[in-house]
Nanobody, 126 residues
Framework: QEQLKQSGGGLVQTGDSLTLSCVASGRPFMSWNMAWFRQAPGEEREFVAGISWTGTSTIYADAAKGRFTISRSNPKNTLYLQMNSLKPEDTAVYYC???????????????????WGQGTQVTVSS
């Protein structure tokens, strides 16, 4: 059974950095496009960043460009999100997600992803 287990997150101050990790199990991780989404209280889940199964293509939401970096290690079955220059508006529950359809163009919508991590809280204080 495919599973995504997240770690990282926590309470930080404005301008700090944080790295989230997501370890996949259950089937070859390297065949999945992967992404990070986030959901703030009272808001819909939104796309943050995505990375192709090869790791050669990435896309970012405007809010993440220049501050966040998505990466993956296929030998370690792990997805990362490095977040720098964090702002209070980055406060949300962050989710990793896997797209089980292969091959497919890197997607940015919630409905395109099949497996989800448990979520991890990131809180940025001002």
């Amino acid at each position: 059974q495919e599973q995504l287990k997240q770690s990282g997150g926590g309470l930080v101050q404005t301008g700090d950095s944080l790295t989230l990790s997501c370890v996949a199990s259950g089937r070859p991780f390297m065949s999945w496009n992967m992404a990070w989404f986030r959901q703030a209280p009272g808001e819909e889940r939104e796309f943050v960043a995505g990375i192709s199964w090869t790791g050669t293509s990435t896309i970012y939401a405007d809010a993440a460009k220049g501050r966040f970096t998505i990466s993956r290690s296929n030998p370690k079955n792990t997805l990362y999100l490095q977040m720098n220059s964090l702002k209070p508006e980055d406060t949300a529950v962050y989710y990793c997600a896997a797209d089980a359809e292969w091959p497919r163009t890197l997607a940015t919508t919630v409905s395109d992803y099949d497996y989800w991590g448990q979520g991890t809280q990131v809180t940025v204080s001002s």
